[in-house]
């Protein structure tokens, strides 16, 4: 059992950067692809990001290119993701998530263990 906690969310406007955090903890972190998906209200969850055990792929969605950026210390059982130029449009829920898989995912099946989700709101 892997148990999955995101910080970081905020209120912040549009062009503002913001880092998300999220620790899991109960195994052995470093065996475990990690993704960061979102949630809008009245939308579907969706893929923003991933990273492979050793961080050697990481994969983002079209949207998020050039925005985003996932990493991950495996030392510290935490995955980060750095947003920048934040837009109204990024406004949802982050959730974290542990996958099994080596490489990661954009499929919310691949993923195992989830968190809460953490708000961010991004003002216009």
């Known amino acids: 059992q892997v148990q999955v906690v995101e910080s970081g969310g905020g209120l912040v406007q549009a062009g503002d950067s913001l880092r998300l955090s999220c620790t899991a903890s109960?195994?052995?972190?470093?065996?475990?692809?990690m993704g960061w998906f979102r949630q809008a209200p009245g939308k579907e969850r969706e893929f923003v990001a991933a990273i492979s055990w050793t961080s050697t792929r990481r994969y983002y969605a079209d949207s998020m290119k050039g925005r985003f950026t996932i990493s991950r210390d495996n030392a510290k059982n935490t995955v980060y993701l750095q947003m920048n130029s934040l837009k109204p449009e990024d406004t949802a829920v982050y959730y974290c998530?542990?996958?099994?898989?080596?490489?990661?995912?954009?499929?919310?099946?691949?993923?195992?263990?989830w968190g809460q989700g953490t708000q961010v709101t991004v003002s216009s």
């Open positions: 109960g195994r052995t972190f470093s065996s475990y692809a």
């Open positions: 998530a542990a996958s099994g898989r080596y490489s990661g995912s954009s499929s919310l099946r691949e993923y195992d263990y």
